[in-house]
């Protein structure tokens, strides 16, 4: 087994990697139970056996079942925290007060906790701590592709970075004692392909070590400039001493075969380049950062052709080129997208793949039918008001047929831009736009955003979509929701009340679904020279224990062939050969929406 343990066939023992740490062996020998499993659950594994007692985060695809998973384990507080950089904060006390602690999170999610995790840099750990950043190669699901090995470089923290399941489970526990013996948090980065696959892992039992003492340490832990100062020298030793280590830890390994040809890979982008090049010989590196110049020197000297296969920033290919060794990487390979066994294939072998992607039609992102999104768009386009975006599942009224939202930033952005769009050019030009944004952004960063309209004299108007969930990401709860993590049942913070709270006098609260009505508030409070608040109120169509009492059908004879019922551009609603209109009722929830926009009476609710 390569990586950080060794396994036998009965019983298995941790690999010594520091000195004098003596090597644990099981008192009885025991069969080792493996299980299969996702790489996010396997990080959550590894955690748990190495004892991690605190766990925050806020859900963000690639990382969300990591909490998700973690919230099984009773060992484990795990909690939802309005955005990460609270989580972040959460995870840096509890290290602090001696426990080992893990924060976890998308990548952009690590720049909402970039300002602890730069500063906790300086500070170290007192108990374990671990940020486990998961990156999106290929944008499946995020508005950008930065690179988490350049915000650790930059912070001056080391990075890990497994290939598999199996890793990933290692990796962590590794983490948590590196993070100790270094005095450092770590970041394990992981991409959307290793957190979403699975592999076999093989189980031990939990090791929780025993809480660290906290010591008062002013010179340490507080950090005005006099004690940074000293800090950042202290971050540079220990950075030195890591390097120097890298070379001999076994999670960086030389895999010598054929010379002609060596590649340096890490991370998924190793599991390719063992699958098209098995005879090759290959540096497999689990330290990203920092890198181990030694080790690196050692093996371009014995290969012939020496490649970095990397996806994303050419991360390890530039640090090997400042060496003064001759490589290659971003010539061959793109910056953009997510790579491929097929992608190595093709540029140094010159094959191409014998299966070709199935030609199917192309299915653009659409709300789902049911989504309270579509009415509000619906009532936003037919009023010819613009809408300042921001990151979820209503980011889709960007696209046709709805076409209303212009822009998509950050989360939080919406309301922030909306507002320097009236400073920059008066409250006239934006009548006709709204900022919309969701129950759970608005939790995240949007309250800042709207804090600030209020006490600098905005008159925009803020939509506040609020279906009760933090719903792209799978239906995670938040502090509005009135449910935590593990399902317990706590006041919900109002959306309401914390806009009166900020002294803003226009607040109204409309059911999305009555676009009668909602069109009444939109006109009103659009017209405003003060700023105003909607907030749009129906739960998400797929919601656990959500259900419409109704489904929809046509009266085909009443059908007048206007496709006013198209105009959402629901689903379920489609038009047959002959221009009338059918309700797929396999996809029908019985919003009603399309029922209210038919003049003629040709749909109709019927009871399920």
């Given at each position: 087994?390569?990586?950080?343990y060794v396994?036998?066939v009965?019983?298995?023992?941790k690999?010594?990697h520091?000195?004098?740490?003596?090597i644990?062996?099981p008192?009885?020998?025991?069969?080792?139970?493996?299980e299969?499993?996702?790489?996010?659950?396997?990080?959550?594994?590894?955690?748990?056996?190495?004892?991690?007692k605190?766990s925050?985060?806020y859900?963000g695809?690639?990382?969300?079942?990591?909490?998700?998973?973690?919230?099984?384990?009773p060992?484990?507080?795990?909690?939802?925290?309005?955005?990460?950089?609270v989580?972040?904060?959460?995870?840096i006390?509890?290290?602090m007060?001696?426990?080992?602690?893990m924060v976890?999170?998308k990548?952009?999610?690590?720049?909402?906790?970039?300002?602890?995790l730069?500063?906790?840099?300086?500070?170290?750990?007192?108990g374990?701590?671990v940020?486990?950043v998961?990156d999106?190669?290929?944008?499946y699901?995020s508005?950008n592709?930065?690179?988490?090995?350049?915000?650790?470089?930059?912070?001056?923290?080391?990075?890990?970075?497994?290939?598999?399941?199996?890793?990933?489970?290692?990796?962590?526990?590794?983490?948590f004692?590196?993070?100790?013996?270094?005095?450092?948090p770590v970041i394990?980065r992981?991409?959307?392909?290793?957190?979403?696959?699975?592999?076999?892992?093989?189980?031990?039992e939990?090791?929780?070590?025993?809480d660290?003492p906290?010591?008062?340490?002013?010179?340490?832990n507080?950090?005005?400039p006099?004690?940074?100062?000293g800090r950042?020298?202290?971050?540079?030793?220990?950075?030195?001493k890591?390097?120097?280590?890298?070379?001999?830890?076994?999670?960086n390994?030389?895999e010598?075969?054929?010379?002609k040809?060596?590649f340096?890979?890490?991370?998924?982008?190793?599991?390719?380049v063992?699958?098209?090049?098995?005879e090759a010989s290959?540096l497999?590196?689990g330290?990203?950062?920092?890198l181990?110049?030694?080790?690196?020197?050692?093996?371009?000297?014995?290969?012939?052709?020496?490649?970095i296969?990397?996806?994303?920033?050419p991360?390890?290919?530039?640090?090997?080129?400042?060496?003064?060794?001759a490589?290659?990487?971003?010539?061959?390979?793109?910056?953009?997208g997510?790579?491929s066994?097929?992608?190595l294939?093709e540029?140094?072998?010159?094959e191409?793949?014998?299966?070709?992607?199935?030609?199917?039609?192309?299915?653009?992102?659409?709300?789902?039918?049911?989504?309270?999104?579509?009415?509000?768009y619906?009532v936003?386009?037919k009023?010819?008001?613009?809408?300042?975006g921001?990151?979820?599942?209503?980011?889709?009224?960007?696209?046709?047929?709805?076409?209303?939202?212009?822009?998509t930033?950050?989360m939080?952005?919406?309301?922030?831009?909306i507002?320097g769009?009236?400073k920059?050019?008066?409250?006239?030009?934006i009548k006709?736009?709204?900022?919309?944004?969701?129950?759970?952004?608005?939790m995240?960063?949007?309250?800042?955003?709207?804090?600030?309209?209020?006490?600098?004299?905005?008159?925009?108007?803020?939509?506040i979509l609020?279906n009760s969930?933090?719903?792209?990401?799978?239906?995670?709860?938040h502090?509005?929701?009135?449910?935590?993590l593990?399902?317990?049942?706590?006041?919900?913070i109002?959306?309401?009340?914390?806009?009166?709270a900020?002294n803003?006098?226009h607040?109204?609260?409309?059911?999305?679904?009555?676009t009668?009505?909602?069109?009444r508030?939109?006109?009103?409070?659009?017209a405003?020279?003060?700023?105003?608040?909607?907030?749009?109120?129906?739960?998400?169509?797929?919601?656990k224990?959500?259900?419409?009492?109704?489904?929809?059908?046509?009266?085909?004879?009443?059908?007048?062939?206007c496709g006013?019922?198209?105009k959402?551009g629901?689903p379920?609603?489609?038009?047959?050969?002959?221009?009338?209109?059918?309700?797929?009722?396999?996809?029908?929830?019985?919003?009603?929406?399309?029922v209210?926009?038919?003049?003629?009476?040709?749909?109709?609710?019927?009871?399920?």
């Amino acid at each position: 087994m390569d990586g950080y343990y060794v396994f036998h066939v009965v019983f298995h023992i941790k690999a010594e990697h520091k000195k004098n740490r003596p090597i644990s062996v099981p008192q009885e020998k025991k069969m080792s139970k493996k299980e299969i499993m996702l790489g996010n659950a396997a990080i959550v594994r590894g955690a748990w056996e190495a004892g991690v007692k605190v766990s925050a985060a806020y859900p963000g695809t690639p990382s969300t079942e990591i909490s998700e998973n973690i919230v099984k384990y009773p060992e484990v507080y795990a909690e939802w925290s309005p955005n990460e950089k609270v989580a972040a904060e959460v995870a840096i006390g509890a290290s602090m007060a001696g426990v080992r602690a893990m924060v976890s999170m998308k990548h952009v999610g690590l720049n909402v906790a970039s300002d602890p995790l730069y500063s906790v840099s300086y500070i170290g750990a007192n108990g374990g701590l671990v940020f486990v950043v998961a990156d999106d190669p290929g944008l499946y699901s995020s508005q950008n592709e930065q690179d988490t090995r350049l915000i650790g470089r930059s912070a001056h923290v080391p990075v890990l970075e497994p290939s598999d399941s199996q890793e990933a489970h290692d990796f962590t526990k590794l983490a948590f004692e590196l993070s100790e013996k270094y005095d450092t948090p770590v970041i394990i980065r992981t991409t959307t392909r290793l957190g979403h696959s699975q592999g076999t892992v093989t189980l031990e039992e939990r090791t929780a070590p025993e809480d660290k003492p906290y010591e008062r340490n002013v010179m340490k832990n507080v950090m005005m400039p006099g004690m940074a100062k000293g800090r950042h020298l202290y971050v540079e030793e220990r950075e030195k001493k890591m390097a120097e280590d890298a070379a001999t830890m076994p999670i960086n390994r030389i895999e010598e075969g054929d010379n002609k040809i060596g590649f340096i890979a890490g991370g998924i982008a190793y599991q390719y380049v063992k699958e098209v090049f098995p005879e090759a010989s290959v540096l497999k590196l689990g330290l990203v950062y920092p890198l181990p110049e030694k080790l690196i020197r050692d093996f371009a000297s014995k290969v012939e052709r020496l490649i970095i296969f990397e996806e994303l920033e050419p991360f390890v290919e530039d640090y090997v080129k400042s060496l003064g060794i001759a490589c290659e990487g971003k010539n061959l390979f793109t910056l953009q997208g997510e790579y491929s066994a097929n992608m190595l294939r093709e540029k140094l072998k010159g094959e191409t793949p014998s299966l070709q992607p199935a030609e199917v039609p192309a299915r653009p992102p659409i709300l789902c039918p049911g989504c309270p999104h579509r009415s509000t768009y619906y009532v936003l386009k037919k009023l010819g008001i613009h809408a300042a975006g921001d990151i979820g599942c209503y980011t889709l009224g960007a696209v046709a047929p709805l076409g209303v939202v212009d822009t998509t930033v950050c989360m939080g952005a919406s309301i922030s831009m909306i507002h320097g769009m009236e400073k920059a050019k008066g409250s006239e030009y934006i009548k006709n736009w709204v900022a919309v944004i969701g129950d759970s952004t608005f939790m995240h960063t949007g309250i800042n955003s709207l804090e600030d309209l209020a006490y600098n004299r905005s008159t925009a108007t803020v939509m506040i979509l609020d279906n009760s969930t933090t719903g792209m990401t799978g239906h995670q709860d938040h502090a509005a929701t009135g449910k935590t993590l593990d399902g317990t049942e706590v006041p919900a913070i109002s959306i309401y009340r914390i806009c009166e709270a900020m002294n803003i006098k226009h607040i109204v609260e409309v059911d999305a679904f009555d676009t009668k009505e909602l069109e009444r508030v939109v006109k009103e409070e659009t017209a405003r020279d003060e700023l105003s608040v909607i907030i749009v109120c129906a739960p998400c169509a797929l919601l656990k224990g959500q259900k419409f009492p109704y489904k929809v059908r046509p009266i085909t004879e009443k059908c007048k062939k206007c496709g006013m019922c198209l105009k959402p551009g629901c689903p379920a609603v489609k038009r047959r050969e002959d221009g009338t209109i059918e309700i797929d009722d396999t996809l029908c929830n019985g919003c009603g929406l399309c029922v209210q926009l038919c003049n003629f009476g040709a749909l109709e609710k019927y009871g399920i």
